[in-house]
């Protein structure tokens, strides 16, 4: 069964600093998707970056950039020039089948210091 | 108007009560999502819906109960609950099964406490 582990259940970052959020994941397929999403406090779940597994250039979305190793099943979150609305608890998440399936790791809280 | 609306966003209800959670999406959607998030814990997927089918029901306890009336509306039916059922529960929304990007849009979140 495939899993996700976050280790780090909180992080805390300066704002305008960097910061790196570690996701790790266990799976014997070899074409899936990983995710990045960011729940802020009481607000929606919204997705911040996405990666297929096939591409081997790492995915980049503004200040939001991954670095996916697969031969070690590691999938981190960089964010750059942190913002105190980047505060929230964020989750990494797999899916491999059609059924569109996500399964989610613990979460990770940032915390950004002003 | 979000998108993917869930009501109430808060509740409060004692073992032997009724109740249920609402989720609404006004995307067009048709595949939608029941996830469970409790604290310090990974999200849980409990059911999945397309086209008003129940695909998927992850050894959810039978006092859960999902009903899907129509592809926009989705209903999570709450009996004889316990009080480590108090979670937040996220209702989710997909343009179809196997959406290619893999995206979900998610709701608010309902929290209920069970005493």
């Known amino acids: 069964a495939q899993t996700v582990t976050q280790s780090q259940p909180e992080m805390s970052v300066q704002e305008a600093e960097t910061v790196t959020l570690s996701c790790t994941y266990d799976t014997s397929e070899s074409d899936y998707y990983l995710f990045w999403y960011k729940q802020p406090p009481s607000r929606q779940m919204i997705l911040v970056i996405r990666q297929e597994a096939y591409k081997q250039q790492n995915a980049t979305e503004n200040r939001f950039s991954v670095n996916f190793q697969k031969a070690a099943k590691s999938f981190s979150l960089k964010i750059s020039d942190s913002q105190l609305g980047d505060a929230a608890m964020y989750f990494c998440a797999y899916r491999t089948d059609n059924t569109g399936k996500l399964i989610f790791g613990q979460g990770t809280t940032l915390q950004v210091k002003p | 108007e979000t998108g993917v609306t869930q009501t109430p966003r808060h509740l409060v209800m004692g073992m032997t009560n009724k109740k249920s959670l609402k989720c609404e999406q006004h995307?067009?959607?048709?595949?939608m999502y029941w996830y469970k998030q409790s604290a310090k814990k990974p999200l849980e997927l409990m059911f999945v819906?397309?086209?008003?089918?129940?695909?998927e029901n992850n050894s959810v306890p039978s006092r859960f109960s999902p009903e899907c009336p129509n592809s926009s509306h989705l209903f999570l039916h709450l009996h004889t609950l316990q009080p480590e059922d108090s979670a937040l529960y996220l209702c989710a929304s997909s343009p179809q099964l196997g959406y290619e990007t893999g995206e979900l849009f998610f709701g608010e979140g309902s929290r209920l406490t069970v005493l």
């Open positions: 995307l067009g959607h048709n595949a």
């Open positions: 819906y397309s086209l008003e089918e129940r695909v």
